[in-house]
């Protein structure tokens, strides 16, 4: 199975802040690679597919690249409503798909 | 709009059954690939299994593999979880989800509760 490995798992940040999550896979995913959003009691919320496509509606201050076995997702300027936990996820070639661990984000 | 509603949770007792249902609306569900996604209180996030639009096609995690089967009635919108010889250990929220056209989970419900505890 691909493992994905997502760092650092929170950080804290002020507000306009850029911010960069980065997200390892095990073995090479092309760019196979999906970020997603959480926040507290909600369900997870599709931001970037494909690395680096915007989902529609998303803001344009996050962002995704990356290809093979790395891959980032930044936020240009941190706001208060970007306050979640971020999700990488592989969905190479056959299940299983496996989401990183987590990235908690918080305002310093 | 795409609404995803989750039903079925509840509490269970260690090697009882459940069965959660996803009703789908405002999409075509018969043209989509469906998933469950699983969260355990305070962890992350784990793929439990996938059906195609058809329901030929199904894969499972291996945590749930022998234990869970999903399935969907593409008459009814619906999708199905069901959930045998249930563990502490599949305590969680159940998420189902909507595979969009690139793979990714691009349409998710609220979630509904499993407890397995004694």
């Known amino acids: 199975d691909i493992q994905m490995t997502q760092s650092p798992s929170s950080l804290s940040a002020s507000v306009g802040d850029r911010v960069t999550i980065t997200c390892q896979a095990s073995?090479?995913?092309?760019?196979?690679l999906n970020w997603y959003q959480q926040k507290p009691g909600k369900a997870p919320k599709l931001l970037i597919y494909?690395?680096?496509n915007l989902e529609t509606g998303v803001p344009s201050r996050f962002s995704g690249s990356g290809s093979g076995t790395d891959f980032t997702f930044t936020i240009s300027s941190l706001q208060p409503e970007d306050i979640a936990t971020y999700y990488c996820q592989q969905y190479d070639n056959l299940p299983p798909w496996t989401f990183g661990q987590g990235t908690k984000v918080e305002i310093k | 709009q795409v609404q995803l509603v989750e039903s079925g949770g509840g509490l269970v007792k260690p090697g009882g059954s459940l069965r959660l249902s996803c009703a789908a609306s405002?999409?075509?569900?018969?043209?989509?690939?469906m998933s469950w996604i699983r969260q355990a209180p305070g962890k992350g996030l784990e793929w439990v299994s996938y059906i195609s639009s058809s329901g030929s096609t199904i894969y499972y995690a291996d945590s749930v593999k022998g234990r869970f089967t999903i399935s969907r009635d593409n008459a009814k919108n619906s999708l199905y979880l069901q959930m045998n010889s249930l563990r502490a250990e599949d305590t969680a929220v159940y998420y189902c989800?909507?595979?969009?056209?690139?793979?990714?989970?691009?349409?998710w419900g609220q979630g509904t509760l499993v407890t397995v505890s004694s």
């Open positions: 989800a909507r595979v969009g056209g690139y793979g990714a989970f691009d349409y």
């Open positions: 073995q090479d995913i092309s760019n196979y």
């Open positions: 494909d690395a680096s």
């Open positions: 405002g999409f075509t569900f018969s043209d989509y690939y």
